[in-house]
């Protein structure tokens, strides 16, 4: 049982390039979610997915995209990335009902030049 | 839409001092609220959470926190601190019947020896 599991840890891009950051769980929670993480910010929302099929904007989507591709799998893209985009990306998965609190992915570290 | 305040960036606290960090929140309905931690270039682990019921929810590692309704807050308490409680501390919350789970920014606790 490895929980949530995030690709890649580290990854470096130049402004303009584009990559996918790969989420997965193994606890058959039907929501999933993407954050970043900034000094001085907190945890911010960029998109979160209640259900297999559905995706929602959270506080911060623009520049991002995302992808539920199936149960266990969540996706998030940046097609075109910009130095402002470099942060911590954590994903996260939940349940519902009497256990709502969410599992993190160790996240992955982003730098953009 | 629903929010989370930390007020206090950091907290410090001597070694075997009670400690409480302070969380408000907003919601349109009834709120799921957590809290969770995080140690350096660690991913967040659940603390504990309120659902319904008792006020007073008790989590891990001897943590607790109480939901008051009428001052919309979820305060951290633990009744003697200890040096590797030293960490960064996030309070959630959810709106029941929403997916969404908005954090606030942190609060950094330092447990002096």
């Known amino acids: 049982n490895a929980g949530v599991t995030q690709t890649p840890k580290f990854q470096v891009l130049k402004t303009g390039q584009s990559m996918t950051l790969q989420c997965a769980q193994d606890?058959?929670?039907?929501?999933m979610y993407w954050y970043r993480q900034d000094p001085g910010m907190g945890l911010r929302l960029i998109y979160y997915s209640a259900s297999e099929g559905t995706t929602d904007k959270g506080e911060v989507p623009n520049g991002y995209n995302v992808s539920r591709l199936n149960k266990r799998e969540f996706s998030l893209r940046l097609e075109s990335a910009a130095p402002s985009q470099t942060s911590v990306y954590f994903c996260?998965?939940?349940?519902?009902?009497?256990?709502?609190?969410?599992?993190f992915g160790p996240g992955t570290r982003l730098t953009v030049t | 839409a629903q929010s989370v305040a930390q007020p206090e960036d950091q907290v410090n606290v001597a070694e075997g001092n009670p400690l409480t960090v302070k969380c408000t929140y907003s919601?349109?309905?009834?709120?799921?609220l957590f809290w969770y931690v995080q140690y350096p270039n660690r991913g967040l682990q659940f603390l504990l959470k309120?659902?319904?019921?008792?006020?007073l929810v008790k989590g891990s590692y001897g943590f607790e926190a109480e939901f008051n309704k009428s001052q919309t807050s979820f305060h951290l308490k633990k009744p003697s601190a200890l040096v590797s409680d030293s960490a960064l501390y996030f309070c959630?919350?959810?709106?029941?019947?929403?997916?969404?789970?908005?954090f606030g920014k942190g609060t950094r606790l330092h447990i002096l020896p």
């Open positions: 606890m058959n929670h039907n929501s």
């Open positions: 996260a998965s939940s349940g519902r009902q009497l256990a709502p609190e969410q599992y």
């Open positions: 959630a919350v959810r709106d029941i019947g929403d997916d969404k789970i908005i």
């Open positions: 919601v349109s309905g009834n709120p799921y």
């Open positions: 309120y659902i319904t019921g008792d006020n």
